[in-house]
DNA sequence: GTCTATAGCGTGATAGAC
DNA sequence: GTCTATCACGCTATAGAC
């Protein structure tokens, strides 16, 4: 809301929003390279050279939504693990992430989910940036996954790494299925953390305490 | 291998199978809209123009490469399925779809995967067609896994369509990611089965088979 | 079957009026 | 800040020679 500001900047920021939010759904639902700047500038209600005094080019526009994009994914994960406290239980942070992770996905679709559907779509030079981008989130989660793996151990046969690539697979898959209707990100992020704990945690929280065999040595 | 066909027919099908892979290996990694004709035909020592003898227009060539491989997929994980006899254990049914679809996945990457990514970039028209496609093909793996629930019982809280969509979210997201470097696709689907085995069945079958509640009707 | 040549169109981007 | 007008280019697709 930001009452605070100048008239004169909000309003030009305010079609510098309108313009980013018009283009991510339209590069969500057709592709970077099928939508063209007029039919970005036509969603806005302007002309084709209008949006130039905005951005400097199209590859300059995608480049400030794919950032918004990976960038508010991460955040929202970072928020929800800080909002924990700093002794919490790494299983709790794990949770934490998937929660955030997939609402996230869920509310800023055109700008988190869009992002995943772009990446391979822009100029290599963008892709290349943001690999790194998400190469500091997926380390940020590896770091919880080793936490959990040295504070309860995972279950036999189960490898740490290939077990965030498959959860944020789920996730970030969970949009492109044709038939998400009546489920809300929280019942999925949900289920996989369910699924998580029984299945990759050597000491599962939900499920029968009792235990006789294969004592989870840390 | 069919070696009883007329040479100059398998000549111009050889050109049309080249053409086909030039271009699904081009759309996989550059996207659909982003690779025109001339870079096409380049791959295949081509001009243009040529093209035309072999196919209709660009979006005939495409569409022919998102059939070649959805079709694939679904016959793949069919055909192991049945390769595994009459009476099997749904439980095995799905762990020879899980390593059937990752296979195939790596292995026919540019139709298989390429598919995947390709489809919200295409036309609407071909997208619809596609999106039939892929709905029998999870009807399909949702009968496994209603057959597991109903013969071993899915464990509590689990949800047998969000299984269906977690499952093959993680499988499909498994190539995009920016490390599957030193895993096999075997290796993923095991990953993958080992999780879902202790997560989502009510009765285990890796774990302690000390159990008293829920006997595992066969 | 493959070539050359080209038609017809849409694109990203720029320049300057207002 | 937004407009009009336009340029230079690349695209899909076609026509006809070989």
Redesign the interface.
């Known amino acids: 809301m930001a009452d605070g500001e100048t008239k004169t900047l909000t309003k030009s920021q305010a079609t510098r929003q309108a313009i980013l939010h018009a283009a991510a759904g339209l590069f969500h639902?057709?592709?970077?390279?099928?939508v063209s700047l007029r039919d970005i500038a036509d969603a806005v209600g302007m002309k084709t050279g209008s949006l130039y005094f905005h951005f400097d080019s199209k590859e300059g526009l995608v480049e400030e939504i794919l950032t918004l994009g990976t960038q508010g994914a991460m955040e929202a994960s970072m928020a929800a693990v800080g909002a924990l406290g700093d002794g919490a239980d790494p299983v709790d942070k794990l949770e934490a992430v998937f929660t955030a992770h997939t609402c996230f996905l869920h509310d800023a679709e055109d700008f988190a989910s869009g992002n995943?559907?772009m990446l391979?779509?822009v100029p290599p030079a963008i892709r290349e940036r943001h690999?790194r981008q998400?190469?500091a989130y997926?380390d940020y989660v590896s770091r919880i996954i080793d936490e959990i793996s040295a504070t309860h151990g995972l279950?036999p046969?189960?490898?740490a790494?290939?077990?965030r690539?498959?959860?944020?697979?789920?996730?970030?898959?969970?949009i492109?299925?044709?038939?998400?209707k009546g489920?809300t990100p929280r019942?999925?992020a949900?289920?996989?953390m369910?699924?998580?704990?029984?299945?990759?945690l050597a000491a599962p929280q939900?499920?029968p305490p009792a235990?006789?065999?294969?004592p989870s040595k840390v």
């Open positions: 639902e057709k592709g970077y390279a099928a995943l559907k391979q779509q690999v998400e190469r997926a279950a046969g189960i490898d790494s290939i077990l690539m498959l959860t944020f697979g789920a996730m970030n898959w969970s492109s299925w044709y038939d998400p489920r019942q999925i949900d289920q996989l369910t699924l998580v704990r029984r299945g990759a939900s499920g235990r006789s065999k294969k």
